[in-house]
């Protein structure tokens, strides 16, 4: 078993309709990760021990989900040096509008990189954090020039919207 590079974590389990994008996207580039369910709000303590064990476990980059008053992203920023790609929710209150506004506003300090609402956000977390660690790990780095290839090569071959 590869040691995890990437965590994903989510606030909770209804999080994963949207976390799966991430997830998706990390095994089709072959990048070693975990998937946790941490609530800020229900389970502070094992997001206090997930953060703060992150870096010397051997995670790069931690891509958080979380939906309305959506605090993991920041709390995990701030207990752990590891880089923090949050993920907005759409919510069903709010559209998904209250968790980006609560995880994109910190306070100078603690960044934490912040991604679109809903699934876009999650498959882009995933990309990015691919983008990390591809600068010195070849096969992601490969991975993720083909998956660009790809992506360029089926707009190329699909011009005329109609057919
Ligand atoms: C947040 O509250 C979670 O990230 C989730 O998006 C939202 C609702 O959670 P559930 O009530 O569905 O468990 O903490």
Same mark, same amino acid.
């Given at each position: 078993?590869?040691? @995890?590079?990437?965590?994903?974590v989510m606030g909770s389990r *209804?999080d994963w309709?949207?976390?799966?994008?991430? &997830?998706?996207?990390?095994?089709?580039?072959? &990048?070693?990760?975990?998937?946790r369910v941490v609530s800020?709000?229900?389970t502070?303590?094992?997001? %206090?021990?997930? +953060?703060?064990?992150?870096?010397?476990?051997?995670?790069?980059? #931690?891509?958080?989900?979380?939906? $309305?008053? =959506?605090?993991?992203?920041? /709390?995990?920023? +701030?207990?752990? @040096?590891?880089?923090?790609?949050?993920? @907005?929710?759409?919510?069903?209150?709010?559209?998904?509008?209250?968790?980006?506004? *609560? #995880?994109?506003? /910190? @306070?100078? $300090? #603690?960044?934490?990189?912040? %991604?679109? #609402?809903?699934?876009? $956000?999650?498959?882009?977390?995933?990309? %990015?954090? +691919?983008?990390?660690?591809?600068?010195?790990?070849? =096969?992601?780095? +490969?991975?993720?020039?083909? %998956?660009? =290839?790809?992506?360029?090569?089926? &707009?190329?071959?699909?011009?005329?919207?109609?057919?």
């Open positions: 078993m590869t040691a @995890p590079l990437v965590g994903v *209804s309709e949207t976390m799966q994008h991430a &997830v998706a996207r990390l095994e089709q580039l072959g &990048v070693p990760h975990e998937v800020a709000h229900r502070p303590d094992l997001l %206090f021990d997930y +953060a703060a064990s992150a870096a010397s476990r051997g995670l790069r980059a #931690i891509i958080a989900g979380a939906g $309305g008053a =959506a605090h993991l992203p920041g /709390m995990l920023a +701030a207990k752990t @040096p590891v880089p923090v790609l949050g993920v @907005p929710v759409q919510s069903k209150a709010l559209n998904g509008l209250d968790s980006l506004l *609560s #995880i994109v506003q /910190m @306070p100078a $300090g #603690i960044p934490v990189a912040t %991604f679109a #609402i809903g699934a876009a $956000g999650a498959a882009n977390a995933a990309l %990015f954090a +691919a983008a990390l660690l591809a600068a010195d790990r070849d =096969a992601i780095r +490969a991975a993720l020039e083909a %998956f660009r =290839a790809r992506q360029t090569g089926d &707009v190329l071959d699909h011009p005329d919207p109609r057919l």
